[in-house]
C-alpha cells in the first residue's frame, strides 16, 4: 500500500490526539467549518445534517469531502464539551466522532452527552484498534454503530445513510443496561473488520438469556468469545463452566454434564452433582458440541426446551437456570443435513451465531495480538516486554497460521524466552514460520540478502512500511518512528531536493513547505 495515495482508498486511521493539534483555516474551501455550530434547519437538496467530531485536520477533511460528495451538510468540532445544547442537537440527523479527541476527551464522552441530552440522535464512533474495549462498551451504552481504522468511504457512506433513514423514521436506538468491564481472562484483541462485528454481536447479545452458538476454526478463541458474552451479561456475577464435549466419552460425559446418584453405576461411590447444576444462575460452554452422539443430543434438547435435568440413576427432574452457548468448528448444517446432527437441536442452539475468523483472514491484527502476547508472556516469566525487529511483523504477515492466534500466542511464548538483548528478531520465531519467510525473501524482490541496501535505504524502507501500516497518516507514523511530523516531512523534503540536485538548506525548506501543503 502506498504511502500518499492510501488516502484516496481508504480514510486515514486517526492517531490519539492532545490539545496541540493544528487545524486548518476555516476560509479553506475544502474544510468543514469549525466556528460555533449553528443548528440550523435543513436546506433544500440537503440529504441531511451531520456533526462531526474529529481533531486531527486531514483526517477531518477527507471525512468531510467523502460526506459532501452525498450531499451531506457537515459541521465539525474538535472536543466533546463543544457539543452544542439540546436544542441544537436535535437538529442533526447523526453524529459521526472519533473516540480520540483534542484536550484529552473522548468519542465516548460525546455518546454518553448526547445519549443524555437527545436519544432520537444516533451516534457512530470511529475506533482504531486500540480502543476495543471501549468500543464493545460503546455499543452497550448506546451507540447505533462503530467504524474501525482505516475507514472504507464506501462503508461510511452506507453506514451514515442506514442511520440518517432510520433517525428520520424516528427510531431510536435501544437502550440497554451498562455491562460489567470484561474481566482480564476473557480479553479480545484484534481490530480487523470480521472482528468489529463479533464484538458488535457479543454486546448485543451478551444482556439477554438467548442460546448461542460460536462458530470458528480451533485455535480462532471462540471460548473467549464466550466468556465475553458471560463477563458483560448480568450473569457476570455467577459461575462460568466450560466443558470439552470431544474430550469425554459418552458415559462420562453423561455424568459430568447432569450428576449421577450414588450407586447408579459401578464406581458412583457418592452423589455428584453435574456441571449444570454448577453452572446454576450462570453460563455453561459446551465446547466441541458437533462432536456429541445422537442420545446427548435428545437429553440436551430436552434440558434446552423444559430447562430442567435428570441426574443419571435418578427419578426426579431438577430445575436449572442457566444459559447455554455451545462452540464448534465443524458445520452443524452440514451435519444435520448428513444426519449426524438433529435439525431441532441446531435451531435450539443458533439463536444467534457468532463467527470467529481465522487468524490468516485478519493479518491485520497481527502486530496487536503480538504486543498483547508478549506483555502477557513477559509479565507471566517476570520479564521486561521485548522489541520486535520490523522483519518478525514481517515473518508472521507471510505465514498462514493454520493453528491460528492460539498458534500465534505458542509462538510468543517461544520468542519471549528465546529474545537476547530484549529484541525479538526472525530467528526467535518457530522454524515453520522463520523457513517460510526466509524461502519468500530470498524469492522475492528487495530481500536483504539480495540487495545489500545501504542503512539510508533501510531506513527509507522502514519509514514506507510504518507509513503503510498507519494508513498513510504521518502524524501516527512519526509518533511509531519517536519524531515529530514536521522532522518527517523535512526528511521527504531534503529526499525531493537531493533528486533534484539541490542540496542547501534553502531548497530543502521551499520543498518543506511543499510537502506541508500538499498535506492540507
Known amino acids: 500500500m502506498g504511502t500518499e495515495n492510501t488516502q484516496k482508498s481508504a480514510v486515514s486511521r486517526g492517531q490519539p490526539k492532545g490539545a496541540g493539534t493544528n487545524r486548518l483555516a476555516p476560509s479553506e474551501a475544502n474544510v468543514v467549518d469549525t466556528q460555533a455550530v449553528k443548528g440550523a434547519p435543513v436546506e433544500p437538496g440537503?440529504?441531511?445534517?451531520?456533526?462531526?467530531?474529529?481533531?486531527?485536520?486531514?483526517?477531518?477533511?477527507?471525512?468531510?469531502?467523502?460526506?459532501?460528495?452525498?450531499?451531506?451538510?457537515?459541521?465539525?468540532?474538535?472536543?466533546?464539551?463543544?457539543?452544542?445544547?439540546?436544542?441544537r442537537l436535535g437538529t442533526y440527523d447523526l453524529v459521526l466522532t472519533d473516540i480520540h479527541l483534542a484536550n484529552n476527551t473522548s468519542g465516548h464522552d460525546v455518546l454518553a452527552k448526547v445519549r443524555a441530552e437527545n436519544k432520537t440522535v444516533p451516534v457512530i464512533l470511529m475506533t482504531a484498534f486500540a480502543d476495543v474495549e471501549g468500543a464493545m462498551n460503546a455499543v452497550s451504552s448506546g451507540a447505533y454503530e462503530y467504524i474501525p481504522k482505516p475507514i472504507e468511504p464506501m462503508l461510511l457512506k452506507q453506514m451514515v445513510a442506514e442511520a440518517v433513514a432510520r433517525k428520520r423514521l424516528a427510531a431510536s436506538p435501544e437502550g440497554q443496561k451498562e455491562a460489567s468491564p470484561i474481566a482480564d481472562g476473557a480479553k479480545i484483541v484484534g481490530a480487523a473488520p470480521s472482528m468489529i462485528e463479533v464484538?458488535?454481536?457479543?454486546?448485543?447479545v451478551a444482556p439477554t438469556t438467548s442460546t448461542v452458538l460460536i462458530v470458528g476454526e480451533?485455535?480462532?478463541?471462540?471460548?473467549?468469545?464466550?466468556?465475553?458474552i458471560h463477563a458483560k451479561s448480568p450473569r457476570a456475577q455467577k459461575p462460568f463452566v466450560a466443558v470439552n464435549c470431544a474430550a469425554l466419552p459418552e458415559s462420562i460425559l453423561e455424568s459430568e454434564l447432569f450428576g449421577h446418584e450414588k450407586g447408579?453405576?459401578?464406581?458412583?461411590?457418592?452423589?455428584?452433582?453435574?456441571?449444570?447444576?454448577?453452572?446454576?444462575?450462570?453460563?455453561?460452554?459446551?465446547?466441541?458440541?458437533?462432536?456429541?452422539?445422537?442420545?446427548?443430543?435428545?437429553?440436551?434438547?430436552?434440558?434446552?426446551?423444559?430447562?430442567?435435568?435428570?441426574?443419571?440413576?435418578?427419578?426426579d427432574t431438577i430445575k436449572v437456570d442457566v444459559r447455554v452457548v455451545a462452540a464448534t468448528n465443524r458445520d452443524l448444517k452440514t451435519e444435520a443435513h448428513a444426519g449426524r446432527f438433529?435439525?431441532?437441536?441446531?435451531?435450539?442452539?443458533?439463536?444467534?451465531?457468532?463467527?470467529?475468523?481465522?487468524?490468516?483472514?485478519?493479518?491485520?491484527?497481527?502486530?496487536?495480538?503480538?504486543?498483547?502476547?508478549l506483555a502477557r508472556h513477559a509479565e507471566r516469566l517476570g520479564r521486561p516486554v521485548p522489541r520486535v525487529a520490523p522483519e518478525v511483523l514481517e515473518a508472521l504477515a507471510s505465514y498462514d497460521f493454520p493453528g491460528n492466534?492460539?498458534?500465534?500466542?505458542?509462538?510468543?511464548?517461544?520468542?519471549?524466552?528465546?529474545?537476547?538483548?530484549?529484541?525479538?528478531?526472525p530467528q526467535d520465531l518457530p522454524p515453520e514460520v522463520a523457513t517460510n519467510w526466509q524461502?519468500?525473501?530470498?524469492?522475492?524482490?528487495?530481500?536483504?540478502?539480495?540487495?545489500?541496501?545501504?542503512?539510508?535505504?533501510?531506513?527509507?524502507?522502514?519509514?514506507?512500511?510504518?507509513?503503510?501500516?498507519?494508513?498513510?497518516?504521518?502524524t501516527r507514523?512519526?509518533?511509531?518512528?519517536?519524531?515529530?511530523?514536521?522532522?518527517?516531512?523535512?526528511?521527504?523534503?531534503?529526499?525531493?531536493?537531493?533528486?533534484?540536485?539541490?542540496?542547501?538548506?534553502?531548497?530543502?525548506?521551499?520543498?518543506?513547505?511543499?510537502?506541508?501543503?500538499?498535506?492540507?
Open 46 to 87: 440537503i440529504k441531511g445534517q451531520i456533526l462531526l467530531f474529529e481533531d486531527d485536520e486531514t483526517l477531518a477533511s477527507l471525512l468531510a469531502r467523502v460526506l459532501r460528495t452525498e450531499g451531506y451538510k457537515v459541521d465539525l468540532l474538535e472536543r466533546a464539551d463543544q457539543l452544542p445544547p439540546a436544542h
Open 199 to 204: 464484538y458488535k454481536t457479543v454486546a448485543q
Open 218 to 228: 480451533s485455535g480462532t478463541g471462540k471460548e473467549l468469545v464466550a466468556r465475553a
Open 264 to 315: 447408579s453405576f459401578t464406581g458412583a461411590n457418592a452423589t455428584k452433582r453435574g456441571l449444570f447444576e454448577e453452572a446454576n444462575g450462570g453460563t455453561l460452554l459446551l465446547d466441541e458440541i458437533g462432536e456429541i452422539s445422537a442420545k446427548m443430543q435428545v437429553q440436551l434438547l430436552r434440558v434446552l426446551q423444559e430447562g430442567e435435568i435428570r441426574r443419571v440413576g435418578a427419578s
Open 342 to 373: 438433529r435439525e431441532d437441536l441446531l435451531y435450539r442452539l443458533q439463536v444467534v451465531t457468532v463467527r470467529v475468523p481465522p487468524l490468516r483472514d485478519r493479518k491485520g491484527d497481527i502486530a496487536l495480538l503480538v504486543r498483547h502476547f
Open 405 to 425: 492466534v492460539r498458534e500465534l500466542a505458542h509462538a510468543m511464548e517461544r520468542a519471549t524466552l528465546l529474545a537476547r538483548e530484549g529484541v525479538v528478531t
Open 439 to 474: 524461502t519468500r525473501s530470498s524469492n522475492g524482490p528487495g530481500g536483504l540478502a539480495e540487495d545489500w541496501p545501504t542503512l539510508a535505504v533501510l531506513d527509507r524502507r522502514y519509514i514506507d512500511r510504518v507509513l503503510s501500516r498507519t494508513g498513510g497518516n504521518k
Open 477 to 520: 507514523a512519526a509518533e511509531v518512528l519517536g519524531i515529530d511530523r514536521r522532522t518527517l516531512n523535512r526528511m521527504f523534503a531534503r529526499e525531493r531536493a537531493a533528486a533534484a540536485g539541490k542540496l542547501n538548506e534553502a531548497d530543502v525548506d521551499k520543498e518543506l513547505a511543499k510537502v506541508e501543503a500538499e498535506d492540507r
